[in-house]
T-cell receptor, first 113, second 114 residues
């Protein structure tokens, strides 16, 4: 019973490079949420996706950030031309039928050098 | 706007009881959650309250008062492994429907000492 899988766990990028973060929700879950956790700050909502649809991207920066959840394969959070301020832990969460519990992946810790 | 407040840090002794408070100001309400997060790990679900009152689950209990915009997490018989950050989160009422977007407090870092 695999949980929410995120990879890579750790990612180092130089300024200006692209970062691609992957999230595979729990089996049977079709709703994915991405959150960002900056050092000394709380979790911040970024985007909510269902298969092939972006439902709510109100937390996504307008530039350089994009997300997708294709019909097949994992959800991808893409950050183009990374800057040092993008260094953070990025978590994804998926939901099943229960109204409450979100299952979180282990996160991807992005370091921009 | 939406605001969730909880103490930054707390310290307690092994075997004791600790209460972590959370207050929220939101335009509406659609459920409050408590998560535990160990350093470098993912948040893990502890409790969910949508109605007033106390929800008990083993050593952990959570209380909600919607009229006061207040919740607390009660941890009994503290163990060293309970040293972690405890996050209070409210389901964003503005979105409704199937949107389960959460608004998070900054977390309370609990240190359990021997």
């Amino acid at each position: 019973n695999a949980g929410v899988m995120q990879n890579p766990r750790h990612l180092v990028r130089r300024r200006g490079q692209e970062a691609r973060l992957r999230c595979s929700p729990m089996k049977g879950h079709s709703h994915v949420y991405w959150y960002r956790q900056l050092p000394e700050e709380g979790l911040k909502f970024m985007v909510y996706l269902q298969k092939e649809n972006i439902i709510d991207e109100s937390g996504m920066p307008k530039e350089r950030f994009s997300a997708e959840f294709p019909k097949e394969g994992p959800s991808i959070l893409r950050i183009q031309q990374v800057v040092r301020g993008d260094s953070a832990a990025y978590f994804c969460a998926s939901y099943g039928t229960a109204p409450s519990e979100a299952f979180f992946g282990q996160g991807t810790r992005l370091t921009v050098v | 706007g939406q605001n969730i407040d909880q103490p930054t840090e707390m310290t307690a002794t092994e075997g004791a009881i600790v209460q972590i408070n959370c207050t929220y100001q939101t335009s509406g309400f659609n459920g409050l959650f408590w998560y535990q997060q160990h350093a470098g790990e993912a948040p893990t679900f502890l409790s969910y309250n949508v109605l007033d009152g106390l929800e008990e689950k083993g050593r952990f209990s959570s209380f909600l008062s919607r009229s006061k915009g207040y919740s607390y997490l009660l941890l009994k018989e503290l163990q060293m492994k309970d040293s972690a950050s405890y996050l209070c989160a409210v389901r964003d009422p503005a979105r409704g429907g199937n949107n389960r977007k959460l608004i998070w407090g900054l977390g309370t870092s609990l240190a359990v000492n021997p």
